[in-house]
């Protein structure tokens, strides 16, 4: 089956511009996850829903940045005023699909935020 | 919070031989360990996980262990390949197998595994 997409791939954005994110998760995965990969690190942990309920928020950088996931399917990363500080790629990854016990993350190909 | 340390940070091995990397982590809670592979470029790709009540799992070159009284895991790869050339990541995270709620992953610094030829 089609995996986790995201959208667009690669963002360049203007000091103070507001950019938005787009990830699809894996048809029926109940979790999604957003991840902030700085070039040479490892992902660290943005926030987390379970369905639509934003259940742990508490990696967001700023309150520049805010997440949404309001059908409990696609969700959105939304980045105000963003400094070059935010350049980075931004990950989202899908799990648990229920009945199966299964957990794993899988994660999208990510988004290439460039802030000039 | 959750702390992964990981080592080496880079770790070069003669096609054939075999990789070991180490993973350390700080919260006794934690009871799920992943191991990612990422090319460049590319998303991580799982390759391989362990849950806390199992000590260890192997699949196919593949091998992870976890020492829970000590909070260490390592990753053991055999008979390595070029394709294996990769940066690798351990991750730990506290998963409720009841409700399936989960903390989000908590991820090392990453290695970068060199496939000598």
Not at chain 1, 44 to 52: A, M, V
Request: hydrophobic content about 30%; some cysteine.
């Amino acid at each position: 089956g089609a995996g986790v997409s995201q959208s667009p791939r690669y963002k360049v954005a203007k000091r103070g511009q507001d950019v938005a994110l787009r990830c699809d998760p894996i048809s029926g995965h109940v979790s999604l996850f957003w991840y902030q990969q700085a070039l040479g690190q490892g992902p660290e942990f943005l926030t987390y829903f379970q369905n639509e309920a934003q259940l742990d928020k508490s990696g967001l950088p700023s309150d520049r940045f805010f997440a949404e996931r309001p059908e409990g399917s696609v969700s959105t990363l939304k980045i105000q005023r963003t400094q070059q500080e935010d350049s980075a790629v931004y990950l989202c990854a899908s799990s648990f699909l229920p009945g199966t016990g299964r957990h794993e993350q899988y994660f999208g190909p990510g988004t290439r935020l460039t802030v000039t | 919070g959750e702390n992964v340390e990981q080592h080496p940070s880079t770790l070069s091995v003669q096609e054939g031989d075999s990789a070991v990397i180490k993973c350390t982590y700080s919260d006794s809670a934690s009871n799920y360990f992943p191991w990612y592979k990422q090319e460049l470029g590319k998303r991580p790709q799982l390759i391989i996980d362990i849950r806390s009540n199992v000590g260890e799992k192997k699949d196919q070159r593949i091998a992870v262990t976890l020492n829970k009284t000590a909070k260490h895991f390592s990753l053991h790869i055999t008979e390595t390949q070029p394709e294996d050339s990769a940066v690798y990541f351990c991750a730990a995270s506290l998963f409720m197998y009841s409700g399936g709620g989960a903390d989000g992953l908590t991820f090392g610094k990453g290695t970068h595994l060199i496939i000598q030829p």
